[in-house]
């Protein structure tokens, strides 16, 4: 069974910058590829970002791309999301997820999904 711990999210004001980790552990962490969704206040979970299982494959959302940044380190079992230029459209509940499926693309599908973390909240303020 694997387990996400997510950590770093708080009150920021736009234009701010916060970094997201996520600690994993029970499994083994290079194995999986990683992704970064949020929910936003009354609306949809959304995808945000992906990486492969190495590090050297990454997918972002059109609306973060150039400002986020996601990466890991497979000796510490964390996988980071570095926000920068913060909006307040970015307030939400920022969740970390976990992908075991054999395919070397990280994806944007929550589907595809198999473990995740019960989430940190982001509030970026105007």
């Known amino acids: ?4 711990v997510e950590s ?5 004001q736009a234009g701010g910058s916060l970094r997201l980790s996520c600690a994993a552990s029970g499994g ?7 992704g970064w969704f949020r929910q936003p206040p009354g609306k949809e979970r959304e995808f945000v970002a992906a990486i492969s299982r190495s590090g050297a494959s990454t997918y972002y959302a059109d609306s973060v791309k150039g400002r986020f940044t996601i990466s ?14 913060l909006e307040p459209e970015d307030t939400a509940i920022y969740y970390c997820a ?6 070397y693309r990280p994806t944007n599908q929550a589907h595809e999904y198999d473990y995740w973390g019960q989430g940190t ?3 970026v303020s105007s």
């Open 1 to 4: 069974q694997v387990q996400l």
């Open 8 to 12: 770093g999210g708080g009150l920021v």
């Open 28 to 34: 083994t962490f290079s194995n999986y590829k990683m």
């Open 72 to 85: 890991r380190d497979n000796a510490k079992n964390t996988v980071y999301l570095q926000m920068n230029s």
């Open 98 to 103: 976990a992908d075991f499926s054999g395919s």
């Open 121 to 123: 909240r982001v509030t």
